[in-house]
């Protein structure tokens, strides 16, 4: 069964202490890793997709890798504004275009 | 870029009353449509996706169904709502990024359900 597992659950950082996210997938014929932020109360943004096991991606701060069980979201000297849920989904196996999403991190970065 | 709308922004119904979202999309043609459900704290719980019209796939096999009556409509109802259908739902679509040679996917700003 396709499977997408996020840790920690949650993260408290202080501000400028770098930091990993993980996002561990169990799918067959990965079709794509993607990940997102979303704030309290609003629809989740979209920030990466990734395909094949190698792959790296950056934007600004953040840095998401791909392995061919998991992958990282990299937070390089954050700020409180970085402060959010992080949201890893798959989509593949005999899902097709399905997307399979994760409970989330909680990131929290203190001033 | 693509839009999404999604109404109303909120919403407080009875349990057994009636339900219908409605979710469009902007500046896209022909995408791949899903609708998602948040239980406060929790991750998304895909409910439809749908790949084209009148096209809907079910992953919860509820008292919510899902129609596609456009390409760019993607509609949410229920004959009689329960309580465990609060949450927040959130309609998104797949669009494919010829400049990344990527797909994407983006969501509306969601609907907020409380069935009282």
């Known amino acids: 069964e396709d499977q997408v597992t996020q840790s920690p659950e949650a993260l408290r950082l202080q501000e400028g202490e770098s930091s990993s996210l993980n996002c561990s997938y169990t799918v067959s014929g990965l079709r794509g890793l993607f990940w997102y932020r979303q704030d309290p109360g609003k629809g989740p943004e979209f920030l990466f997709t990734l395909y094949s096991a190698g792959e790296e991606k950056e934007k600004e701060r953040l840095k998401a890798t791909l392995t061919k069980k998991e992958s990282f979201l990299h937070i390089t000297a954050p700020k409180p504004e970085d402060s959010a849920t992080y949201l890893c989904a798959v989509q593949g196996g005999t899902g097709g275009f399905k997307t399979i999403f994760g409970a989330g991190t909680r990131l929290f970065v203190k001033a | ?116």
């Open chain 2, 1 to 116: 870029s693509q839009t999404i709308h999604q109404w109303p922004a909120t919403l407080v119904q009875p349990v057994g009353s009636p339900l219908s979202l409605e979710c469009t999309v902007e500046g896209t043609s022909n995408p791949n449509l899903y609708w998602y459900r948040q239980a406060a704290g929790r991750g998304l719980q895909l409910l439809f996706y749908s790949v084209g019209i009148g096209q809907i796939s079910s992953e919860v096999p509820q008292n919510l169904s899902a129609s596609r009556p456009q390409d760019r409509q993607f509609i949410l109802s229920s004959k009689k709502l329960l309580l465990s259908d609060s949450g927040f739902y959130l309609c998104a679509c797949l669009k494919w990024n010829r400049q990344g040679s990527s797909y994407e996917q983006y969501f509306g700003p969601g609907t907020r359900l409380t069935v009282t």
